[in-house]
């Protein structure tokens, strides 16, 4: 009996695995109802087997296998028809506008002044005034745009040049390099050696060895000792 449920929690793992991997990584962050509702579903129909052996395991392959090719399809569905989105997506709805809260926007999604003011002080804003716009996402969160005088300047506003760097990718790991990585930032492997070179290290001697997208390395050795980072 054990080795059997065993074999079955094994099988839906599996199963299950390779359905979310299908039905891709936006299933793993925020859902809307029609996800919520499938993930919901799958969970009770990939228990029922493993712990009743009574039941034929393709009883809950099968449903899985139909609800996540239904979400496929609804999916894609939305995504080349738009003018489904009225009838199987829900719509954002605007809270505030202008800094003028609507009451009848408020009744229709059911949500009251204290939890309002609460999404709006967990987006770091505590006062109502400060607000232009408060939006109900279709997933459930809400946006909170902040009146222009409130917002924070960026580098344009203080007249400081740009200095998009990108984000840093793993060239080294423990003395292995990191092929894809390599790929992204469009060098090869005859560019780390010699790179490390120019350094006065070896491939064998780095522990870590990272590049951002504007060529700006850090370089830890094995030993602990850090070379000075560097722009290409």
Request: glycine fraction near 6%; proline fraction near 4%; hydrophobic fraction near 40%.
């Amino acid at each position: 009996m054990l080795l059997s449920i065993f074999i079955r929690t094994v099988i839906i793992y599996v199963i299950l695995t390779i359905i979310m991997r299908i039905m891709g990584k936006r299933q793993l962050g925020e859902l809307d109802v029609g996800e919520l509702v499938i993930t919901i579903l799958l969970s009770e129909i990939a228990s029922l087997p493993i712990t009743n052996e009574e039941k034929p395991i393709m009883q809950a392959i099968i449903p899985i296998v139909t609800l996540a090719t239904l979400e496929i399809l609804t999916s894609t569905l939305l995504l080349k028809i738009p003018f489904t989105k009225k009838f199987l997506s829900s719509k954002p709805s605007v809270i505030i506008a202008c800094g003028v809260i609507d009451r009848r926007a408020m009744k229709k999604v059911r949500i009251s002044l204290e939890e309002l003011i609460s999404q709006i002080r967990q987006n770091g804003i505590y006062d109502l005034d400060e607000v232009d716009y408060a939006i109900l996402e279709e997933n459930g969160k809400m946006s909170i745009i902040p009146k222009s005088r409130y917002r924070q300047p960026d580098r344009t506003d203080l007249h400081l040049p740009d200095d998009d760097s990108g984000v840093m990718h793993l060239i080294v790991s423990d003395g292995v390099i990191n092929t894809h990585s390599l790929r992204i930032l469009g060098k090869d492997e005859a560019w780390v050696y010699g790179t490390l070179k120019s350094h006065g290290s070896s491939l064998r001697d780095v522990f870590c060895m990272t590049c951002n997208d504007a060529g700006k390395l850090y370089i830890a050795k094995g030993d602990g000792t850090i070379l000075s980072p560097s722009d290409k």
